[in-house]
């Protein structure tokens, strides 16, 4: 089971983390993905880590201003959103893929097996 929390209401230029915790398993288990879901748009993919954390992946978008890590530790994965703009407004969502290689990881929605909740981020312009 996955539990987002963190989401919020920030300013332009401002900054969220948000964090994804599990139970019932270990994220070294699971290549991990942050996605969102904007009103009235789909799904869309933000960002992944792979099972071993040394490798991630971004869209676009966010390159350069988001940061996905996975924490072994506290069986987190946390997504450090910095210089957010009121486009990155949507829910959040963590999601986990059990079938990636130690190194892979996917963009596609359909390939995470697991989701959170959804966490709420209101960026103000």
């Known amino acids: 089971q996955l539990q987002a929390s963190g989401g919020g209401l920030v300013q332009a230029g401002g900054s969220l983390r948000l964090s994804c915790a599990a139970s019932g398993g270990r994220f070294s288990s699971f290549a991990m993905a942050w996605f969102r879901q904007a009103p009235g748009k789909e799904r869309e993919f933000v960002a992944a880590?792979?099972?071993?954390?040394?490798?991630?992946y971004y869209i676009d978008s966010v390159k350069g201003r988001f940061t996905i890590a996975s924490d072994s530790a506290k069986n987190t994965v946390d997504l450090q959103m910095n210089s957010l703009k009121p486009e990155d407004t949507a829910v959040y969502y963590c999601?986990?893929?059990?079938?990636?290689?130690?190194?892979?990881?996917?963009?596609?929605?359909?390939?995470?097996?697991?989701w959170g909740q959804g966490t709420l981020v209101t960026v103000s312009s």
């Open positions: 999601a986990a893929d059990r079938r990636a290689g130690v190194h892979s990881m996917t963009s596609l929605a359909h390939e995470y097996e697991y």
């Open positions: 880590v792979s099972r071993s954390g040394t490798r991630t």
